[in-house]
């Protein structure tokens, strides 16, 4: 069946017969259906057969269920019902092709007549396309819309009354209001007042120039639902339909509240970097300027000006500092990200100041050196002030410097961080092995480490521990005494070391021995001097008597017959008499009150006289040297002294010796100055002659050295020793001003040094007067003086048995009344020196008026008192020993 298109009766449709309907119909790109009022197509265009995918046959007799979609029939069964009322219809509805694809139509449905009956035409469009791009605008809508709702920024619409139409969800947590309580609010209720002004004026603007109008940015405050400003930043844009008419307007705004803050403290920031008195200079890493600020300006004199920017901070150093800069500060920077230095820098007047300069990376944001950043402090206040303390410094280690005592400091472990100049000298250290580190205990001897720590605790901890002494250790290993004084170093009232003074009292300790030397020497005189007083005293009275006992026995022995029983008897008597003399004389002898004659005389001669009387003493296991020095000067000695000392002397050395052995006698001269004295306690300045004595015996340990002057002392068995030899030694050098020195150690031989002044006067050789020992008979008249009735009763006897006259007296006072009375002539005086009322000089003195010729021979017991006070009789005076 064919369809012919019909006039429109009513509504849009009415066919009209001239116009070539069925060609229109079937040409047409929209698809034609026609429908009964049942529902069944009865007409199908071809766009209509091809959308739907059937044969026109087919198409035919199709109904709505065939091809619609089951979710649209019920819009078919509306359509089938409600188009013929005239009313038209129109719909967008699914449908199935024949092949079972679905697609979208819009459909417009009307009814019209044909020959007499209704029927329904439907035109249907497909919209397949158009759906599935306003499905993905609705999807970009979507996007759009999760993205608005989930921007931290809010976005809004506004209608041209200013009201808002949408608010994106986050204006909650921007002002605090639900996006639905806004809605239909007016814009102003979001402002002040006075805000409000400059955004409507915007706003006006944008409305009315919304033809041209893109958009704006602007910053301003709103108010929150709290009543408070809110920093925002919004972004309008005006919103148009799709012909273009102005709906409203559109944007976004930002809580920039953040931003402001951040903005302020940059601002704040800016201001301090311009404001720091600390000069800052920003440069490219070539060392270009970009920036510098005030402190800088201000520092160098430089003009405000901008005249620095882009200058090579090169040109603010000197060479020395450019040479820094270049070799070592950049090439720190970039490799440690900091340098900090001194650095001298030039001002604006070429004039240069030193600086501390603090350099370091500001990087890109990438993390690449992008700028260094310099900051400078003027630092000649400081440089100032610590060329102060260095001079002051250099003042205090001058001054210690000359100080003789060391002066050290060393930290809590000891260590020495300073001495003075003494220090090397004490210690012998260098400056090198003091710089690598010495410990204050390598300077004391290992045994005083112990108490040197606990000293030191005790010190820093703030006890007095006085001035301990110390033996100190030099780098030699030599030792000397020394005194610690030490206070504690307080840092911040904490203790950080010791400092103080090491005195060396090796002098004080040597005057100290020195001293306790003399003493002891004193106390040694003066025992000696004592014994010998005692010693003396007795001797003297003993030997009176033994010079009684003798001469008695000599008287008996001249009257009596040697064939007599009684004269053997006799010698005894004198022999061991004679022995006491013998010690009776050498206890004098160290009493020192030996007459002696002393002449001028040669040592060595009198030494080689001796050597046969020597040799023989010592035997022949003894082999003794004889070495006599040459050029050697005057002694003035009686030389029976010297005899005394060379036979003591050699008797104790065999003695020693005890088998074979060495024996040497020497002789030299040496002279003292006082340089020498000074180091040699005991030695007095002058010239000396110097014998010697020495052999390799069994020397003496320190005891007997101490006591081996004393009379009496000896080591050896009774009857072996006396223990007056070497007393009488020490009394005949003291008597001639001269002294000793022994040297010896047990096991090791001895050395006794004997010093006799040199004469110094012109050596008057005593003639030696040959006595010949014969025995004479006198006939002169003696005047004889004698205070002990004894002796001159014994000598009146003795000179009377010889023939002489005798005039006895027992004062001085009887011999000159004796003298005065005499008629004939006194050929001689014999009178004793020491008596009670003058002594026997002033009696010769007194006789010579009246026997201007009077011999005079002067006897005596001892020549201690008058005679030792003028040392020895006058030369040429005769004496006689008792
Ligand atoms: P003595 O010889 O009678 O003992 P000295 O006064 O001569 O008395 O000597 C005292 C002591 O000094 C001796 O007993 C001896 O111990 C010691 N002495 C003296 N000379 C020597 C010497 N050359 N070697 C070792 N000891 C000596
Ligand atoms: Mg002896």
Not at 492 to 506: A, F, M, N, Q, W
Request: glycine fraction near 8%; charged fraction near 25%.
């Amino acid at each position: 069946m064919a369809v012919q298109a019909a006039g429109e009766k009513r509504g849009s449709y009415r066919l009209n017969r001239k116009i070539p309907y069925r060609r229109i119909f079937e040409a047409s790109n929209d698809a034609f259906l026609i429908f009964d009022l049942k529902g069944v197509v009865r007409e199908a265009n071809p766009a209509a057969c091809k959308m739907y995918g059937y044969p026109y046959e087919e198409m035919i007799g199709l109904s709505g269920k065939d091809f619609v979609h089951p979710d649209y029939q019920y819009l078919f069964k509306q359509f089938v019902k409600e188009t013929p009322s005239g009313k038209p219809f129109s719909a967008e509805s699914v449908e199935i092709r024949k092949d079972g694809s679905t697609f979208n139509i819009e459909v417009r449905g009307s009814v019209s007549e044909y020959e007499g009956e209704p029927y329904i035409l439907a035109v249907i469009r497909d919209i397949t396309e158009r759906k599935l791009a306003e499905e993905a605008l609705l999807e970009s809508e979507e996007k759009f819309r999760l993205l608005a709702e989930n921007s931290f920024d809010c976005i809004w619409m506004l209608d041209t009354m200013m009201r808002f139409t949408y608010l994106s969800p986050s204006v909650e947590t921007m002002l605090g209001y639900k996006p639905e309580q806004l809605v239909g609010t007016k814009l102003s209720s979001c402002f002040k007042k006075k805000e409000y002004l400059k955004v409507g004026v915007l706003a006006a603007k944008a409305i009315k120039n919304y033809k041209t109008f893109t958009h704006i940015t602007f910053e301003t405050r709103m108010l929150n639902s709290k009543g408070e400003e809110v920093d925002v930043e919004i972004t309008g844009r005006t919103l148009l339909s799709s012909h273009d008419k102005l709906i409203g307007l559109q944007g976004t705004t930002r809580d920039i509240t953040e931003r402001k803050k951040a903005e302020e403290e940059i601002r704040k920031l800016s201001k301090i970097v311009e404001t720091t008195p600390e000069a800052i200079v920003v440069t490219d890493m070539q060392g270009n300027i970009e920036y510098v600020n005030q402190g800088f300006l201000t520092l160098g004199d430089f003009d405000d000006d901008n005249s620095l920017i882009g200058e090579s901070v090169f040109s603010f150093s000197d060479e020395k500092g450019v040479r820094q800069l270049k070799e070592e500060i950049i090439p720190t920077i970039v490799s440690e990200g900091k340098w900090i230095g001194e650095i001298s820098v030039k001002r604006k007047d070429s004039s240069m100041f030193p600086a501390e300069m603090v350099c370091s990376l500001i990087p890109d944001e990438e993390g690449r050196p992008k700028y260094l950043l310099s900051q400078f402090l003027d630092i000649t206040r400081r440089k100032n002030t610590e060329k102060q303390l260095r001079e002051s410094e250099q003042k205090f280690r001058d001054m210690t410097d000359l100080l003789p005592q060391i002066v050290y400091e060393i930290d809590i472990d000891g260590n020495l961080t300073y001495v003075n100049k003494q220090a090397f000298e004490s210690f012998g250290y260098s400056q090198e092995e003091y710089e690598e580190g010495i410990n204050v205990l390598q300077t004391l001897i290992p045994f005083d480490r112990n108490k040197a720590i606990e000293n030191i605790e005790s010190v820093l901890s703030g006890k007095d521990v006085g001035t301990p002494e110390y033996t100190a250790l030099r780098k030699d290993g030599s030792t000397f005494p020394i005194l610690i004084y030490a206070s504690a170093i307080l840092k911040e009232s904490k203790p950080v070391g010791l400092r103080g003074i090491i005195v060396d009292i090796t002098e004080r300790k040597q005057t100290e021995k020195e001293k306790a030397r003399i003493e002891d020497q004193y106390h040694q005189a003066q025992k000696m001097e004592s014994v010998g007083r005692l010693a003396g005293g007795v001797a003297h009275d003993f030997n009176n008597m033994l010079g009684v006992i003798l001469g008695y026995t000599e008287l008996a022995l001249g009257t009596l017959d040697p064939a007599q029983p009684i004269y053997s008897t006799l010698q005894e008597i004198r022999k061991a008499a004679d022995r006491s003399a013998d010690l009776t004389r050498q206890l004098l002898a160290f009493a020192r009150r030996q007459t002696v004659s002393p002449s001028v005389l040669d040592l060595n001669e009198t030494v080689e006289g001796m050597l046969k009387m020597l040799l023989r003493l010592i035997g022949e296991d003894i082999d003794l040297s004889w070495l006599p020095g040459s050029g050697l000067w005057q002694v003035k000695v009686d030389p029976a002294q010297i005899d005394q000392i060379l036979a003591n002397l050699c008797v104790n050395s065999r003695d020693a010796i005890a088998g074979v052995g060495k024996m040497i006698i020497e002789t030299k001269n040496a002279t003292f100055d006082e340089d020498y004295c000074a180091e040699h306690t005991g030695f007095v300045t002058g010239e000396y002659v110097l014998l010697i004595v020495s052999d390799d015996g069994c020397g003496m340990d320190k005891e007997v050295l101490e006591n081996l002057f004393e009379p009496f002392f000896t080591t050896k068995e009774v009857g072996q020793g006396t223990g007056l030899g070497l007393a009488t030694v020490y009394g005949i050098v003291k008597q001639n001003n001269g002294f000793i020195n022994v040297y010896s150690e047990a096991g090791d031989g001895t050395t006794f040094r004997i010093y006799l002044p040199r004469y110094a006067g012109t050596a008057a050789q005593l003639q030696k007067k040959d006595l010949t020992d014969q025995v004479s008979r006198g006939y002169e008249t003696i005047l004889l003086v004698e205070d002990e009735p004894s002796i001159l009763k014994m000598t009146t006897m003795m000179l009377e048995s010889r023939g002489y006259t005798v005039l006895d007296a027992i004062t001085p006072g009887a011999a000159i009344n004796l003298a005065g009375e005499y008629n004939g002539e006194i050929h001689l005086l014999l009178t004793d020196v020491i008596m009670p009322e003058m002594n026997g000089r002033e009696l010769a003195d007194n006789l010579v008026s009246l026997y201007p010729d009077i011999k005079r021979l002067f006897m005596s017991g001892y020549t201690a008192n008058v005679i030792a006070h003028r040392r020895v009789l006058d030369e040429g005076v005769n004496f006689l020993q008792k």
